[in-house]
T-cell receptor, first 110, second 118 residues
Framework: GQSLEQPSEVTAVEGAIVQINCTYQ??????LSWYQQHDGGAPTFLSY????GLEETGRFSSFLSRSDSYGYLLLQELQMKDSASYFC???????????FGKGNQVVVIP | GAVVSQHPSRVICKSGTSVKIECRSL??????MFWYRQFPKQSLMLMAT?????????EQGVEKDKFLINHASLTLSTLTVTSAHPEDSSFYIC??????????????FGPGTRLLVL
């Protein structure tokens, strides 16, 4: 079956580093994606891991370990605009449908 | 990047009426579009997968007769919420997959439609 678990909320100060974890219980998927969603807005794509290891995109990095059924998103040099919800999503084989995790709200404070 | 639009962005309707939401891929052709629903403070839940020229595939628990999906062209999919009730009030988001994308491509999300049923 499918299940993606994420912790619910974290508060951090500007300039800090936050790691958002994602554990899943599924198999047969292309990879793990990460999306950012501001209140009232649509999800925007951040990062994608098809292979194990670290993908770095500017201040954001994402990691995947298929053997551990685990991934994380690392937000560095936090800025106020990073206050948002962050979702991991597994992309399944076939029609590439996405299954989203429960999401993690990040609140950045001065 | 690729652009997906949704119309309307916000709709308020009376209980019992039907509401149609359009999802368009503006600069690419989408063989597959996805419809999600998101309640406040919750995650996106996939409702159905819309394939151009064929019937949509609905997720378990989603009533296909209540949420009618039509994917008539490579750039347009519509979701019609029939006989809407207050519990259908939600944020409806579509996404589109570029037909020319490889296995690693992303889905492009529309801006969402906020539905309020009175």
């Amino acid at each position: 079956g499918q299940s993606l678990e994420q912790p619910s909320e974290v508060t951090a100060v500007e300039g800090a580093i936050v790691q958002i974890n994602c554990t899943y219980q599924t198999s047969g998927f292309y990879g793990l994606s990460w999306y950012q969603q501001h209140d009232g807005g649509a999800p925007t794509f951040l990062s994608y891991n098809a292979l194990d290891g670290l993908e770095e995109t500017g201040r954001f990095s994402s990691f995947l370990s298929r053997s551990d059924s685990y991934g994380y998103l690392l937000l560095q040099e936090l800025q106020m605009k990073d206050s948002a919800s962050y979702f991991c999503a597994v992309k399944y084989y076939g029609n590439n449908r996405l299954a989203f995790g429960k999401g993690n709200q990040v609140v950045v404070i001065p | 990047g690729a652009v997906v639009s949704q119309h309307p962005s916000r709709v308020i309707c009376k209980s019992g009426t039907s509401v149609k939401i359009e999802c368009r891929s503006l600069d690419f052709q989408a063989t597959t579009m996805f419809w999600y629903r998101q309640f406040p403070k919750q995650s996106l839940m996939l409702m159905a997968t819309s394939n151009e020229g064929s019937k949509a595939t609905y997720e378990q628990g989603v009533e296909k007769d209540k949420f009618l999906i039509n994917h008539a062209s490579l750039t347009l999919s519509t979701l019609t919420v029939t006989s809407a009730h207050p519990e259908d009030s939600s944020f409806y988001i579509c996404s589109a997959r570029d037909r020319c994308g490889g296995w690693g491509e992303t889905q492009y999300f529309g801006p969402g439609t906020r539905l309020l049923v009175l």
